[in-house]
């Protein structure tokens, strides 16, 4: 049948049109056969088709735009978090260091006896504080897996291994099997390490990152360990510190040692350590610029003399700031070219034995050292190029000290005499190790008012500053010298106003400081002390896993030595010492 005319006209002014109305499907009252006569319809139901189409089209365009900028959204935001969890200064595989600084014994108490003496002393405004202060992070939790109150053995391992275990365990759990500490495993992984402490470098907070051990006072044992003689070899590229005598064999003067074990002979020809073992030698590493590693530095038979006495005799033991200073420019020289950092452990021992023995002179000394030390650190994560994190705090608090004492048979007396510290001249320590001394070279015979006049002017007057000693007091002296270290830090104690609850430790939560990051959030807050643990392995990225399953492979209980762990866990009544005095 013939088109009428004028819709042939208006098909070929149209032909898209058309196309699309013959390829579109008909609506239920479009029927070929209808409305032939209206020219204008199929015209109308041709665009209106083509309306539709581009609708629907423009709305799929909009709804898979939303999708993909909805999808960008949630991927950008996904690696903004990702790039903030792993790396405050890079990605997670960036070089890094990590040093963990240990103030022990130190509880917040220490801090206010340090601030106000510092502020006395230096003639600074009230609102002076430390260096720690002003790195403040939080707080920890210090309870081992067997008692309210911990000893450093178990605070070491819970910092060590990121796990609780009981007073006196080395670097092992409860079941008696060795736990892989932080260290052991930076060190597999490509780190450099180092301790630096100024006790015995076998004290138990060393030991406890480069040794596995039932006991504590095993110190020949992890003497071996640290060196490298033992299942995991060396583990240790750096150790500075004291404890020369579990190094040296029992037929040596100034050993301490059960056996005739050379270590320190053992460590330089099998496993290749430097070794130094006076100022001399220290200073000969030149600030760091001059170690070969691995490099053990041992300076005192023992501990380093308390602070207090210790710059007097400057030259022979080096302080502790020195000491830190040295291992990380050595430790920063010897991964100038690796793509792994360093990870060193720095101890403020001493503030420790200051609180066994209620010595409050020793106490703020050891304190300013540790705060000198801890700013030697901030300053060379400041400086350095490699990224770092510093993280502080303390295995425990020891000795219950406050700021007040309140006399008997007196009322409270709302001051304490920080001036009565900055009298001291000497430790309770070496006063002591010098009385006893004393009364070894004199003749039985000393008249007791003699020795009596003798400790007043050379050791009370002019060690502890004080003038007004009680004849009861100087009796007593007299009566038990063995027990002066404790009567001379009662003398002192006294006047200043300071008091002390034990000559242990003490179940109070101690400070945790920081130089920060985004990821040391993670200890942000009161926390548990293996939180801190935790943290170092984290920030590393090492696996202390894989070192325990290693260690219980090839170690095991009945190579950890067979003692009675239980007998070793709790009075540790030769915890401290006096130490031998130059």
């Not at 490298?228 to 583990?235: M, N």
């Not at 034990?502 to 130089?515: M, P, Q, R």
């Amino acid at each position: 049948m013939p088109r009428p005319a004028s819709m042939k006209t208006q098909q070929q002014a149209n032909p898209r049109d058309h196309q699309v109305s013959e390829q579109s499907p008909l609506l239920p009252s479009e029927s070929p056969a209808s409305n032939h006569d209206d020219a204008t319809t199929p015209a109308a139901s041709s665009f209106s088709n083509k309306s539709r189409r581009r609708s629907r089209l423009r709305e799929a365009g909009i709804f898979v735009w939303a999708l993909v900028a909805t999808a960008a959204v949630i991927v950008l935001a996904v690696w903004a978090q990702h790039s903030q969890q792993t790396s405050s200064h890079g990605s997670r595989s960036a070089k890094r260091n990590l040093v963990f600084m240990v103030s022990d014994g130190m509880g917040p108490a220490s801090l206010s006896l340090t601030r106000s003496y510092r502020q006395l002393v230096d003639g600074l405004p009230d609102d002076d504080t430390l260096v720690l202060d002003k790195h403040f992070w939080g707080s920890s939790r210090t309870r081992s897996s067997n008692s309210l109150v911990t000893d450093s053995a178990a605070g070491a391992t819970a910092f060590a291994c990121g796990k609780k275990s009981y007073n006196g365990a080395i670097s092992v759990l409860p079941d008696h099997e060795p736990c892989g500490s932080v260290l052991e495993a930076a060190k597999r992984a490509g780190y450099m390490t180092g301790l630096v402490v100024t006790t015995d470098i076998t004290d138990a907070t060393p030991a406890c990152f480069a040794s596995h051990a039932l006991g504590r006072q095993m110190q020949d044992d992890i003497a071996l360990q640290e060196i490298g003689d033992g299942v995991l070899g060396r583990s240790v590229d750096l150790m500075l510190g004291g404890g020369r005598c579990h190094f040296l064999p029992n037929t040596t003067a100034g050993s301490c040692r059960m056996d005739d074990v050379d270590v320190a002979a053992l460590a330089q020809d099998k496993y290749g350590w430097s070794y130094a073992d006076s100022r001399a030698g220290f200073d000969a590493l030149k600030g760091g610029e001059h170690v070969k590693l691995p490099m053990l530095g041992l300076f005192a038979p023992a501990d380093v003399p308390f602070e207090l006495d210790r710059k007097n005799m400057n030259d022979i033991y080096p302080s502790l700031s020195e000491m830190a200073q040295t291992a990380l420019r050595a430790l920063e020289k010897a991964t100038a070219e690796s793509d792994k950092g360093f990870f060193l452990m720095i101890e403020g021992s001493r503030i420790d034995h200051a609180g066994h023995i209620n010595d409050p002179a020793a106490q703020v000394s050891e304190v300013l050292e540790y705060d000198k030390a801890f700013k030697a650190v901030v300053d060379f994560i400041g400086q350095s190029k490699t990224e770092g994190v510093l993280v502080a705090t303390s295995d425990h608090e020891t000795g219950g000290l406050a700021t007040a004492l309140q006399e008997p048979g007196h009322l409270p007396v709302y001051n304490w005499y920080p001036q009565v510290l900055a009298n001291a001249s000497a430790s309770c320590e070496r006063l002591a190790a010098t009385l006893q001394d004393y009364l070894a070279r004199q003749p039985s015979l000393l008249s007791e008012e003699d020795l009596k006049a003798w400790i007043n002017d050379e050791l009370i007057v002019s060690g502890l500053g004080i003038s007004d000693a009680t004849d009861e007091e100087l009796a007593l002296l007299v009566k038990d010298p063995e027990a002066s270290i404790n009567t001379f830090a009662a003398i002192i104690s006294l006047r200043a106003h300071i008091g002390w609850t034990t000559h242990g430790h003490s179940a109070v939560d101690v400070n945790i400081y920081s130089s920060g990051g985004p990821e040391t959030d993670k200890i942000r807050g009161n926390v548990e002390n293996t939180d801190v643990g935790k943290f170092l392995s984290h920030y590393l990225d090492v696996d202390v896993d894989e070192i325990t399953e290693e260690l219980r492979k090839k170690m095991g209980k009945a190579n950890l030595k067979a003692i009675d762990a239980e007998s070793t866990a709790v009075e540790w009544g030769s915890e401290y010492h006096i130490t031998e005095s130059a």
